[in-house]
């Protein structure tokens, strides 16, 4: 079982940027794609992003795609989800989550089965 541990938000302002960071630990982190995703008061949660842990293939939601970054450190079991420009509109508490390799679509929040706790981004404007 993979254990995920978020740090990283906060409240800013809007255009301003926030890099989060999910630590993993546990057996076999080469069989996950690790993600980010977010769940805003009143809604479903939603897909952000996510990347492979070998080969660091990223995928983004159009809508982030050019604002926020993702990545990960081998060496560190650590990703990081770089979130530039923020708007109002990106307030949430953002989950870092791992989802099997092959397991349902990457961008579908129900197929991940291992989540961190989360943490809160608010942005004003």
């Known amino acids: 079982q993979v254990r995920l541990v978020e740090s990283g938000g906060g409240s800013v302002l809007a255009g301003d940027s926030l890099r989060l960071s999910c630590t993993a630990s546990?057996?076999?982190?080469?069989?996950?794609?690790l993600g980010w995703l977010r769940q805003a008061p009143g809604k479903e949660r939603e897909f952000v992003a996510a990347?492979?842990?070998?080969?660091?293939?990223?995928w983004y939601t159009d809508a982030m795609k050019g604002r926020f970054t993702i990545a990960r450190d081998i060496a560190k079991n650590t990703v990081f989800l770089q979130m530039n420009r923020l708007e109002p509109e990106d307030t949430a508490v953002y989950y870092c989550?791992?989802?099997?390799?092959?397991?349902?679509?990457?961008?579908?929040?129900?197929?991940?089965?291992?989540w961190g706790q989360g943490t809160q981004v608010t942005v004003s404007s």
């Open positions: 990347i492979s842990w070998t080969e660091g293939s990223p």
């Open positions: 546990g057996p076999a982190l080469s069989s996950y794609v």
């Open positions: 989550a791992a989802k099997r390799v092959g397991v349902g679509r990457i961008q579908t929040p129900v197929n991940y089965d291992q």
